[in-house]
């Protein structure tokens, strides 16, 4: 399967690994941003997201993430459907109403789990790379 790269976004004027993807449920859908961080367990979106997909988000499974600061958060997470270039597959998100940066995070479970992440800070692009299993394309 063929690799997905992404140039990079910015953040406050500076290159980061900020990514365009698509987030369903039921059959309604986002396009999004996530910040891709390999330091995060999971992807963090915000609650109102949620809400505009139909899902009830604090009737999802509740976890505490904790950030750089040491403060944890309240979170909520749901299985979701992910587009990522040509490529969709199922995920877990979680979402929460007590983010405190200002974009949303795109996470090592459900997406380095299906994919092999290279950032490349030099050429400023990130390059996902599809495993075998867990992934398919969009078309199919």
């Not at 941003?33 to 915000?46: A, C």
């Not at 604090?58 to 904790?66: F, I, N, T």
């Not at 995070?105 to 992440?117: K, T």
Request: aromatic letters at 14%; one cysteine or more.
């Amino acid at each position: 399967m063929r690799p997905q790269t992404f140039n990079y976004g910015k953040i406050n004027g500076i290159p980061a690994p900020l990514i365009p993807l698509g987030l369903g449920y039921q059959g309604r859908w986002a396009r999004v941003e996530g910040y891709v961080d390999s330091g995060s367990l999971y992807s963090l979106f915000r609650a109102e997201l949620a809400a505009g997909l139909g899902i009830e988000f604090e009737k999802g499974e509740r976890v505490y993430l904790q950030g750089v600061s040491g403060a944890a958060i309240p979170a909520y997470v749901h299985e979701v459907d992910i587009q990522l270039k040509e490529f969709r597959f199922e995920g877990k998100i979680a979402f929460s109403e007590k983010i405190g940066v200002g974009f949303n995070i795109i996470g090592r479970r459900s997406f380095f789990e299906r994919f092999r992440v290279c950032f490349n800070d030099v050429e400023e692009i990130v390059t996902f790379t599809p495993l075998q299993e867990g992934c398919y394309r969009a078309s199919e």
